[in-house]
């Protein structure tokens, strides 16, 4: 302690073979064995790093144990790639069997388990990102602390948990899409989802029409202009009050279909609609509605 008090601290040098701290100008040893916890190994790019690292995959809200587990491969092949011989096959299976069955000790984490794997089929078949998979865990999670899935069906609050994290995240997704892919029909997800937002004192804004135009736009193949035109035209309802209490789907669905006819891009209100998750009927209502209040004159379709 005496050395390190005199030595400059830019003076002082690690000795990576010794362990030790030294003063380069007294050659006193400040501090001696000294744990290296430096890699073994030597990487020279990035990806030659990242092969040779050892550390776990990233901690999850989106795995029911939060991806601390450890999994043991079905390849039964050894370290050398040799095959396992039956005796040591059968042993192997054993503890595969043991370790799978201690991942899930509990009731919370069998419903964890279930509502996870519940989470990962929907988030697939909406095309979620990452990010709004996490958000639905994490709010399913607090979910399960207060009680509120007992006695709930696991698929109506994971949704409703899906909903809203599709909400927090700007995420275009309507009730509707998503009880499509779900047992549960879109009632019990509602109510599961003001559920949710009461509880667990969430605040979500209103669906913004806007949010669902690229969406639609990129599905129907059309340029940015008539994504901008059909953003432009949104906005100029909210200013005059137009698109308070209406489907957002169905705003956003009107007035892409507008803009493409103001460019020259035309589309079907049938291709639209299905594109948007709305009906012909919605986008027609909808396409009246701006047209008139907004004073857009239409082309004549030849």
């Not at 009906?279 to 030849?302: F, H």
């Amino acid at each position: 302690m005496k050395g390190r008090e005199e030595c400059p601290p830019d003076k002082i040098i690690f000795d990576h073979e010794r362990g030790e701290y030294i003063c380069i100008l007294t050659g006193e040893v400040i501090e001696d064995r000294i744990i290296d916890e430096r890699p073994e190994w030597r990487a020279f790019t990035p990806e030659e790093r990242e092969r040779r690292s050892r550390i776990g995959g990233p901690i999850t809200s989106t795995v029911h144990d939060r991806g601390f587990a450890t999994a043991i491969d079905y390849s039964n092949k050894d370290a050398t790639g040799k095959r396992l011989e039956p005796r040591r096959r059968m042993e192997i299976r054993r503890l595969r069997r043991i370790q799978a069955r201690s991942r899930i000790q509990s009731s919370i984490e069998r419903n964890l388990a279930q509502a996870m794997n519940e989470l990962d089929r929907l988030a697939d078949q909406l095309h979620l990102p990452k990010n709004v998979r996490e958000e639905a865990a994490r709010i399913y999670r607090l979910a399960v602390d207060k009680g509120l899935v007992r006695g709930r069906s696991i698929e109506s609050v994971i949704a409703a948990a899906i909903y809203t994290a599709c909400r927090e995240l700007k995420i275009p997704r309507t009730l509707d899409e998503i009880a499509r892919y779900t047992k549960s029909n879109r009632k019990d997800i509602a109510r599961c989802y003001r559920l949710l937002l009461k509880e667990l004192d969430i605040k979500v804004q209103t669906s913004d029409p806007v949010d669902f135009v690229p969406r639609i736009a990129h599905a129907l193949g059309i340029s940015a202009k008539v994504m901008k035109t059909a953003a432009e035209l949104l906005h100029k309802a909210r200013e005059l009050g137009i698109t308070a209490g209406k489907d957002p789907a169905g705003l956003a669905a009107a007035a892409v279909y507008i803009a493409a006819l103001l460019h020259g891009e035309r589309k079907t209100q049938k291709e639209i609609a299905h594109v948007a998750g709305v009906t012909e009927v919605t986008v027609r209502n909808r396409y009246k509605e701006l047209v008139r209040i907004l004073g857009i004159n239409i082309p004549q379709q030849s």
